[in-house]
C-alpha cells in the first residue's frame, strides 16, 4: 500500500526559504506513470496546488507561485522536496504531498487528481 | 477566491440523499475531467471520485458524480454520520495552466 509522509520545520520565519520532504513508501517513485505533487492548505480555507515533479525531474509549477517554488526529487531515497522561498504570514498552511495522477482522455480532455495524500503537516511563518 | 465555485454548506438527515455542486467555466470543468475529495475534520483529503464519475477501489457505490457542461455534482446517498466532511472538487484549468479545487462544502448529517 503506497504512503507518503510530509517532514521538515514547523516554524519558519518571514523571507526565509521553507523546506519540507515527502518520503514514498510501498511503491516506487520512479513508477513511469505518476508525477508526484505538492498542495497546500493555509487554516481554515481551501486547497491549492503548488506543483508536481516526475521521476525524472520534470516538474510544472502554479504559475501564481512558479518565481517562488522549487520541486526536486531524489530517486535513491524514494523521495522528493519542495522549497517555497520569501516566505510570508500567508504562506502559513498545512502543506500535503500526494501522488498526482495526470493524463489526456477521450476528447482531448485532461484528467488530474490526486491519490493517495500524505497525512500533511503544518508550516507556521512567524519571526 | 476560488476558480471553482461550491455552496459552502449542505446538510441533510441520516439516510437521505444529498448532493453537492461545483461550478466552472470552459477553460476548467467545461474541457477536463473532474474528481472529488472528502476531507474528515483533522484529517488530509481523501479522493472520492476521479474522471467525473469513477470511484477508486474502496469507495462505496453511495458515493457518485456527473458532470454536465461547465458544472459538476458529488452526490452522497444513504447518509451517515460518518460522513460529516468537508468536500472539494478539482480539475484542470487550461487558461491558468494550473491544477485548481473548489473552496469546499461543509457537510452536516442533522
Known amino acids: 500500500q503506497l504512503q507518503l509522509q510530509e517532514s521538515g520545520p514547523g516554524l519558519v520565519k518571514p523571507s526565509e526559504t521553507l523546506s519540507l520532504t515527502c518520503t514514498v513508501s510501498g511503491g516506487s517513485i520512479s513508477s513511469s506513470s505518476y508525477y508526484w505533487g505538492w498542495i497546500r492548505q493555509p487554516p481554515g480555507k481551501g486547497l491549492e496546488w503548488i506543483g508536481s515533479?516526475?521521476?525524472?525531474?520534470?516538474?510544472y509549477y502554479n504559475p501564481s507561485l512558479k518565481s517562488r517554488v522549487t520541486i526536486s526529487v531524489d530517486t535513491s531515497k524514494n523521495q522528493f522536496s519542495l522549497k517555497l522561498s520569501s516566505v510570508t504570514a500567508a504562506d502559513t498552511a498545512v502543506y500535503y504531498c500526494a501522488r498526482h495522477i495526470d493524463y489526456y482522455g477521450s476528447g482531448a480532455l485532461r484528467s488530474d487528481w490526486f491519490d493517495p495524500w500524505g497525512q500533511g503537516t503544518l508550516v507556521t511563518v512567524s519571526s | 477566491q476560488s476558480v471553482l465555485t461550491q455552496p459552502p454548506s449542505v446538510s441533510a438527515a441520516p439516510g437521505q440523499k444529498v448532493t453537492i455542486s461545483c461550478s466552472g467555466s470552459s477553460s476548467n470543468i467545461g474541457n477536463n475531467y473532474v474528481s472529488w475529495y472528502q476531507q474528515l475534520p483533522g484529517t488530509a483529503p481523501k479522493l472520492l471520485i476521479y474522471d467525473n464519475n469513477k470511484r477508486p477501489s474502496g469507495i462505496p457505490d453511495r458515493f457518485s458524480g456527473s458532470k454536465s457542461g461547465t458544472s459538476a455534482t458529488l452526490g452522497i446517498t444513504g447518509l451517515q454520520t460518518g460522513d460529516e466532511a468537508d468536500y472539494y472538487c478539482?480539475?484542470?484549468?487550461?487558461?491558468?495552466?494550473?491544477?485548481?479545487f473548489g473552496g469546499g462544502t461543509q457537510l452536516t448529517v442533522l
Open positions: 515533479i516526475y521521476y525524472s525531474g520534470s516538474t
Open positions: 478539482g480539475t484542470w484549468d487550461s487558461s491558468l495552466s494550473a491544477g485548481v
